[in-house]
């Protein structure tokens, strides 16, 4: 258990339709990072919040976007479903952004499975 | 997007075999990281390395860091049936302007009792 939740575990959507998907942080950790993962593929970076702001964002178009509250969880949103935006969406905490070793381990939640049809 | 190349892409063993896998990359990282993934659920971290040529164990499992800072290798040893899994190598630059961890393409290891 990495004390990271995320909400809802399953969702379908239609094309061009728009998702939210939520994720609740760690107690202690202030950083969330997003990642993207396909049918088999590793996860693929999207972005990640610092202290309520973006602070990094992977290859992804802006139709993704994200939210990180006062209480350090996050929103990722999508607009404009496409098929391809099929996939698992993982969100992982960590502390804050230093060079401290152990701050820097990113503990993941147990992901949102998006349908898009 | 970026992708570490990982192999074997999979492995079907005999319980109580050992197995290698390993990880490597075009780029320099100051971090290597294993998760492993079962269905259904999200990466679980295994070993994290944090200096090149560390050598690190969390029981049955045995990683390192690479001394060109490009790879990284995972042992098991004594494989049960509960190691069945897809296992990802990550590599990550900490302290950089954005944590992001880089991941593998995984390797899948099935384990037959």
């Known amino acids: 258990e990495?004390?990271?939740?995320?909400?809802?575990?399953?969702?379908?959507?239609?094309?061009g339709q728009q998702v939210t998907l939520r994720c609740s942080s760690q107690s202690g950790h202030n950083t969330v990072s997003w990642y993207q993962q396909a049918?088999?593929?590793?996860?693929?970076?999207?972005?990640?919040?610092?202290?309520?702001?973006e602070n990094g964002r992977g290859n992804f178009p802006p139709r993704?976007?994200?939210?990180?509250?006062?209480?350090?969880?996050?929103?990722?949103?999508?607009?404009?479903?496409?098929?391809?935006d099929s996939a698992l969406y993982l969100c992982a905490t960590s502390g804050q952004i230093t060079s401290t070793l152990a701050s820097d381990t990113q503990y993941f939640g147990p992901g949102t499975r998006l349908t898009v049809l | 997007g970026q992708q570490l190349n990982q192999s074997p892409?999979?492995?079907?063993?005999?319980?109580?075999?050992?197995v290698s896998m390993n990880c490597t990359s075009s780029s320099i990282f100051n971090t290597w990281l294993?998760?492993?993934?079962?269905?259904?659920?999200?990466?679980?971290?295994l070993i994290a390395l944090y200096k090149a040529g560390?050598?690190?164990s969390n029981g049955r499992l045995t990683a390192q860091f690479g001394i060109t800072r490009k790879d990284s290798f995972l042992n098991i040893s004594a494989s049960i049936p509960s190691d069945v899994g897809i296992y990802f190598?990550?590599?990550?630059?900490?302290?950089?302007a954005t944590n992001k961890l880089?991941?593998?393409?995984?390797?899948?290891?099935?384990?037959?009792?």
């Open chain 1, 2 to 15: 990495t004390g990271v939740t995320q909400s809802p575990t399953h969702l379908i959507k239609t094309r």
């Open chain 2, 9 to 18: 892409q999979s492995m079907f063993i005999q319980e109580g075999e050992d």
């Open chain 2, 89 to 96: 190598c990550a590599g990550l630059n900490y302290g950089g």
């Open chain 1, 39 to 53: 049918l088999g593929q590793g996860p693929q970076f999207i972005f990640q919040y610092y202290r309520e702001e």
């Open chain 1, 64 to 84: 993704f976007s994200g939210l990180q509250f006062p209480n350090y969880s996050s929103e990722l949103n999508v607009n404009a479903l496409e098929l391809d």
């Open chain 2, 54 to 56: 560390e050598l690190t």
């Open chain 2, 34 to 45: 294993w998760y492993k993934q079962d269905p259904g659920e999200g990466p679980v971290l």
């Open chain 2, 102 to 113: 880089i991941f593998g393409t995984g390797t899948l290891l099935a384990v037959q009792p």
